[in-house]
């Protein structure tokens, strides 16, 4: 079963970016190579904190990697992949 923790475990970098005071930009590489972007905004720029608006990019990336993981997961699946592969999304 594929959890955030499963993806988490997959993740060799972050890259965090600002824009103004009130968008945050995290930039997710995979083991595998595949990358994604996730983002998060403040609707109050005078309440704009860095740490959170990584922590709510982290968990957009991460969401956003949901749908891939779980294609990965199913095709292993179907196709009978060596089982070493299919353990990693347990």
């Given at each position: ?51 959170i ?30 089982e ?5 999304f347990?």
């Amino acid at each position: 079963m594929i959890t955030e923790e499963t993806i988490k475990k997959e993740i060799v970098s972050e890259e965090y970016q600002f824009f103004g005071n009130r968008t945050t930009i995290c930039h997710v590489k995979f083991k595998n190579g595949f990358e994604v972007l996730g983002k998060a905004i403040t609707q109050d720029p005078s309440n704009f904190n860095a740490e959170i608006g990584e922590k709510w990019a982290l968990k957009d990336a991460i969401d956003q990697a949901f749908p891939a993981f779980i294609f990965l997961q199913d095709e292993t699946n179907y196709r009978g992949w060596p089982e070493e592969l299919s353990k990693r999304f347990q």
